[in-house]
């Protein structure tokens, strides 16, 4: 399907379906290397546990930091169009929230580099034999608690696009209200988690991020199955 704004305009449905498409992808790539990757291999609290799950299987480490860039790539073109989707309602906050989204893919795509560099330390290089086992073992896993903490850095410019797109849906009229509200509490989730994760870290939970998966399932799901209504969408453009 060829791109042009003019199609867009008169008809955003395909556009609209193929961000909620590429949005559930980025979710399920994220619960599935957080959840069956990362989650199963670190031990909190343990260096020599945690690299010796990672040195036996390591090609599963690689599947999730794949799994990742996936989620990372897809979210460009859906930040794109949803940029275009929620332009008639503010073009400037559609753009600061583009913004805000490319920032954030950018810290995200960079922080990889860590969980390859905690793969890099538990190999067999000859340049390694000067570091002993236990040292290697506490770099690795050094390199992983960093991989959160940039993590929650990305996480914070996120919050903020969940902020200004529920805000956006919101005033739209062709999104339900509902998933504008659901956003922005979303956002709000996203903010408080990471700057208590630098702040104050006994504070930072995963359950505090439960509420985004459900607005953001819920975004999705509903480009996918919904799109826009097409007759206040064209109203905008009147």
């Not at 960079?110 to 793969?119: M, Q, R, T, V």
């Not at 999104?175 to 989730?189: D, E, N």
Request: a positive charge.
């Amino acid at each position: 399907m060829k791109f042009s704004l003019k199609n867009f305009e008169t008809s955003p449905q395909p556009y609209a379906r193929i961000a909620g498409i590429l949005y559930l992808v980025i979710i399920i790539m994220g619960f599935f290397a957080e959840t069956f990757v990362r989650n199963k291999l670190f031990v909190s609290g343990d260096a020599t546990a945690t690299a010796n799950n990672i040195i036996h299987s390591q090609f599963l480490w690689k599947i999730g930091i794949t799994a990742d860039l996936i989620m990372q790539i897809c979210d460009l073109p859906v930040m794109i169009i949803l940029y275009y989707l929620l332009k008639p309602v503010s073009k400037k906050l559609a753009l600061l929230n583009l913004s805000f989204n490319l920032i954030q893919t950018a810290v995200l795509v960079a922080n990889k580099l860590n969980l390859l560099a905690a793969l890099f330390f538990l190999g067999d290089a000859a340049y390694l034999k000067t570091f002993t086992p236990d040292q290697l073992y506490t770099l690795s896993y050094l390199s992983i608690k960093l991989h959160d903490f940039g993590f929650g850095v990305g996480l914070i410019f996120f919050g903020f696009v969940c902020l200004i797109e529920g805000y956006l849906i919101f005033k739209s009229r062709y999104f339900p209200r509902a998933i504008g509200v659901l956003m922005t509490i979303a956002g709000i989730c996203y903010l408080f988690n990471s700057f208590a994760l630098i702040l104050f870290p006994q504070f930072s939970d995963i359950i505090l991020l439960m509420p985004c998966l459900i607005a953001e399932l819920s975004l999705s799901l509903w480009l996918i199955f919904k799109g826009v209504n097409i007759s206040i969408w064209k109203q905008k453009f009147i």
